[in-house]
């Protein structure tokens, strides 16, 4: 078995170490819009309010996929297009993007539903196997939706 390589770090911080893989904002609404809006193609990432960059996309998923955070695979329909989903170890994420989520909706005005809000807050334990139970059966439940499509 080949020996994997470790990425160097700043420091042993697991704070750090976070940081080095999720540290900018365009890799955790990837994995928000992964995890809670049930985005699989690249075309949905781009559809996001936040206007992302197609090269920053690309090579934000492509860094999530070579840190194990999300796996890629042929869409059914079209092999042609490649379809994205969290690992195990992305889905482990959920506690932090709902925290985050909730800071923001508390501290500043955003445009968060606030049914969902109090849902997250009242229920947060509920809430968070909801999003592991739709993530272990390949599901496509939306929890918070996006933009509308056009």
Not at 68 to 76: C, E, F, L, Q, V
Not at 94 to 108: C, D, K, T, Y
Not at 120 to 135: K, T
């Amino acid at each position: 078995m080949p020996a994997t390589h470790k990425p160097q770090r700043r420091s042993s911080c697991p704070v750090n170490a976070s940081l080095e893989i999720l540290g900018d904002r365009w890799s955790l609404l990837i994995i928000r819009d992964l995890m809670l809006r049930s985005y699989r193609t690249y075309k949905e990432f781009l559809s996001s309010d936040e206007g992302i960059a197609t090269n920053i996309l690309a090579e934000r998923l492509k860094r999530l996929e070579a840190a194990g955070i999300i796996s890629t695979s042929g869409d059914a329909e079209d092999r042609r297009k490649v379809v994205y989903r969290l690992t195990a170890k992305g889905i482990d994420l959920a506690p932090i993007i709902v925290e985050l989520i909730l800071w923001g909706a508390q501290h500043e005005p955003t445009g968060a539903p606030p049914a969902a809000i109090r849902k997250m807050r009242a229920r947060r334990e509920h809430f968070l196997s909801e999003i592991r139970r739709n993530w272990e059966e390949g599901g496509t439940a939306v929890f918070i939706a996006g933009p509308p499509k056009a």
